[in-house]
DNA sequence: GTTAATGCAAAGCATTTGCACACGT
DNA sequence: ACGTGTGCAAATGCTTTGCATTAAC
């Protein structure tokens, strides 16, 4: 683990105990553990490889905190949530390019058609991916949430 | 059911016709009538969701037809498969904006950050939806695949 | 007639839930 | 002490698989 790892999980530490703090939440080894493991390595893990990489090293750890603790962590923005390929799927017959917006609350998803979007820059990263195509997704409310529901989770995007 | 769509699910027919006929697939009474209900519909459906709106019009019909027959429309490039966020999930620490990249072969995802990405033009269209946030996904082959593999489905995005 | 697709039932995973016990504050 | 978090085991839900049957070309 190098040293700017370092930093950043330490970093995220003393967030998770601030907000656990704020949220009157414990500060159990558990979490400690959970949320250590994954602030320090770059891939994108899922509950059950996070639970297979530490349940040696935290007695008796359950896979069923580590599903709970990691929702926790995405309510108070210490981590987020990505879907996966292999996951439970929608589908849509329309095939071309076009972009969607999904609710926080409901969980509809509606199409968005944009030139703008599907023309966007598409940067010449280091990562040497062979871009086949993309799309742009938005989160947020729908409007029939929007009127219903006051604050979804307590994430603050955009900082730390 | 108005007329655009009436053509839009006919010509969805026609399409899979000649899919199937370069693919040497079969043309099966299932697949006709997956793909008219899928083309018919302005929502994203699951598997599930389109089996329950047609099993009583297809004698004897499975689940099981229903998800292979989506998978195959899926590789033939007749529909798309989005993710849901009911889905199996992937975490990460970072909950800065950033964008993705995922493998269509191996389904490696790769963290891409890029400030031009982050300050897409959001458009804002008549659905209302109030954006919370948004994130760019992209998909095509890593650094690993692209020199391993060839052709990963047969889809010709941007037509139809 | 051959090859491919379907249906069924069972298996496989990922995730959630209920409840008793243990822990953090 | 109090309230919350955890572990366990069982349940749930989505998806896949194996195999015999049936249908398409």
Chains 1, 2 share one sequence.
Do not use: W
């Amino acid at each position: 683990m190098d040293e700017k790892t370092e930093i950043f999980v330490a970093e995220k530490l003393r967030l998770m105990k601030e907000r656990c703090r704020i949220h009157k939440l414990s500060l159990t080894a558990q979490r400690r553990a959970i949320l250590e493991n994954l602030a320090s390595r770059k891939d994108h893990p899922t509950a059950d490889q996070i639970y297979g990489a530490i349940q040696g090293r935290v007695n008796g750890l359950s896979r069923t905190t580590v599903y709970r603790v990691l929702e926790t962590f995405v309510q108070l923005g210490l981590a987020s949530k990505i879907c996966s390929p292999e996951a439970k799927s929608r589908f849509e017959a329309d095939t071309k390019r076009h972009h969607h917006a999904v609710c926080n609350h409901c969980e509809a998803v509606v199409d968005i058609y944009s030139d703008s979007l599907d023309n966007i820059d598409i940067p010449v990263d280091g990562t040497c991916f062979d871009i086949h195509d993309f799309s742009v997704s938005f989160t947020g409310l729908c409007s029939n949430c929007r009127d219903t529901v006051k604050r979804v989770h307590i994430s603050d995007k955009g900082e730390a």
